[in-house]
C-alpha cells in the first residue's frame, strides 16, 4: 500500500509541474535572473521544490549475523532492517520521481543552443548550480551569449518600444563585464534589428548629420510604428468602402430595367385607349 500511495504521488507531482512549465520563458542567456525566479515558481507550485535541497536517499548497508548473536537478537534487527529497506524503496521512488520531472522541467525551458553546452548532471540540483555558473558573475561564457544574441535579434511585433529596451538592457548587461558598447553602436544594432518597413525611417537616420541617443531612438520609431498602423486602417477602411460600393453598384442597375418596361407598356396602353376615343367621336360627328 505504501508503495503504491508514493507511486501515486509521484505522478501526481509530475502532472502538476507540467501544468506550469508554459509559464516558464525561454532561457535565451539574457532573461537568466526572470526564467530562474518563474522555475522556482513552477517547482513550489508542483510541490517538487523539495527535491532542490534534499539529498538522494542512502540506501540502508546490508546486514550480517554476529558469531555470538542471539537468535532474538538476530529477528528483531532483521525486522529493524526491513522497516528501514522499506521507508527507503519509498523516499527513494519519490525523490527519483521528483528529480526526473525537475531536469525534463529545466531543459523543456532552455533554447536548444544553449542546452548542448550544459553538461549532464543526475541532480537537478547540480544541474542548476552549472547553469547559474554560465549565466551569472564573471562567466564569458553568459557574454558570449549576450553579444551573439544582441547582434541577431531581430523585431518579430509587440511594441517596438518593448523591443529596444530588451535590447538596450542587454547591452547594460555586458557594460557591467566591462565589455560595453556605445550609444551610437547600439542605436545602429537597433536599427538594424528593424523589419522593412521601418526602412524610411533608417535612411534618413543615416543620411542625418544627428546622432540618436536611446530616448530619441524609442520616440522616432514609436511614432513610426504609429504611422504604420493608422496608414494599415485607412487602407482597410478604403478597400471596405470599394467592396461596399461595388455589391451596391449591380442591383441599382438591375433595378431600373424592371420599371422601364411597365411605364412603357402603361403609357402605349393608355395612348391607345385615347385615341380610340377620338376616332369614335369624329365617326359620330360625321354621321
Given at each position: 500500500?505504501?508503495?503504491?500511495?508514493?507511486?501515486?504521488n509521484?505522478?501526481t507531482?509530475?502532472?502538476?509541474l507540467m501544468?506550469?512549465?508554459?509559464?516558464i520563458?525561454?532561457?535565451?542567456?539574457?532573461?537568466?535572473?526572470?526564467?530562474?525566479?518563474?522555475?522556482?515558481?513552477?517547482?513550489?507550485?508542483?510541490?517538487v521544490?523539495?527535491?532542490?535541497?534534499t539529498p538522494?536517499?542512502?540506501e540502508?548497508?546490508?546486514i550480517f549475523?554476529g558469531e555470538k548473536?542471539?537468535?532474538a537478537?538476530?529477528?528483531?534487527?532483521?525486522?529493524d532492517?526491513?522497516?528501514l529497506?522499506?521507508?527507503?524503496?519509498?523516499?527513494?521512488?519519490?525523490?527519483?520521481s521528483?528529480?526526473?520531472?525537475?531536469?525534463?522541467?529545466?531543459?523543456n525551458t532552455?533554447?536548444p543552443?544553449?542546452?548542448?553546452?550544459i553538461?549532464?548532471?543526475?541532480?537537478?540540483s547540480?544541474?542548476?548550480?552549472?547553469i547559474?555558473?554560465r549565466f551569472?558573475g564573471?562567466?564569458?561564457f553568459?557574454?558570449t551569449?549576450?553579444?551573439?544574441q544582441l547582434v541577431?535579434?531581430?523585431y518579430?511585433?509587440g511594441?517596438?518600444?518593448?523591443h529596444?529596451?530588451?535590447?538596450?538592457?542587454?547591452?547594460?548587461?555586458?557594460?557591467?563585464?566591462?565589455?560595453?558598447?556605445?550609444?551610437?553602436?547600439?542605436?545602429h544594432?537597433?536599427?538594424?534589428?528593424?523589419?522593412k518597413?521601418?526602412?524610411n525611417?533608417?535612411?534618413?537616420y543615416?543620411?542625418?548629420?544627428?546622432?540618436w541617443n536611446?530616448e530619441?531612438l524609442i520616440?522616432?520609431?514609436?511614432?513610426?510604428?504609429?504611422?504604420?498602423k493608422?496608414?494599415n486602417?485607412?487602407?482597410?477602411?478604403l478597400?471596405?468602402?470599394?467592396?461596399?460600393?461595388?455589391?451596391?453598384?449591380?442591383?441599382?442597375?438591375?433595378k431600373?430595367?424592371?420599371?422601364?418596361?411597365q411605364k412603357q407598356?402603361?403609357?402605349?396602353?393608355?395612348r391607345?385607349?385615347?385615341?380610340l376615343?377620338e376616332?369614335k367621336t369624329?365617326?359620330?360627328?360625321?354621321?
Open positions: 500500500m505504501a508503495g503504491t500511495s508514493s507511486s501515486s509521484a505522478s507531482d509530475g502532472y502538476s501544468g506550469y512549465i508554459k509559464d520563458p525561454t532561457l535565451k542567456g539574457d532573461n537568466y535572473e526572470e526564467w530562474k525566479r518563474e522555475l522556482d515558481l513552477a517547482f513550489i507550485l508542483g510541490e521544490d523539495w527535491v532542490l535541497t538522494c536517499p542512502i540502508p548497508a546490508e549475523r548473536e542471539s537468535d537478537e538476530w529477528q528483531k534487527r532483521e525486522r532492517n526491513a522497516s529497506i522499506m521507508s527507503y524503496d519509498i523516499e527513494h521512488a519519490k525523490w527519483s521528483a528529480n526526473k520531472n525537475c531536469l525534463a522541467a529545466v531543459k532552455i533554447e543552443t544553449i542546452l548542448g553546452s553538461p549532464e548532471y543526475d541532480t537537478v547540480k544541474y542548476l548550480e552549472s547559474k555558473s551569472t564573471s562567466s564569458k553568459y557574454a551569449q549576450l553579444i551573439k541577431t535579434e531581430r518579430h511585433g511594441g517596438v518600444k518593448d529596444i529596451l530588451r535590447m538596450s538592457n542587454m547591452a547594460s548587461k555586458l557594460k557591467q563585464k566591462d565589455l560595453g558598447i556605445s550609444d551610437d553602436f547600439l542605436v544594432l537597433v536599427l538594424s534589428s528593424l523589419p518597413n521601418f526602412d525611417l533608417v535612411v534618413n543615416k543620411i542625418s548629420t544627428e546622432n536611446i530619441e520616440s522616432n520609431c514609436v511614432q513610426e510604428e504609429e504611422r504604420h493608422e496608414t486602417g485607412d487602407s482597410i477602411n478597400v471596405k468602402d470599394n467592396k461596399e460600393k461595388s455589391h451596391r453598384s449591380p442591383s441599382s442597375k438591375e431600373q430595367p424592371q420599371h422601364l418596361p407598356q402603361f403609357t402605349v396602353e393608355t391607345s385607349v385615347s385615341t376615343q376616332d369624329f365617326q359620330e360627328r360625321s354621321s
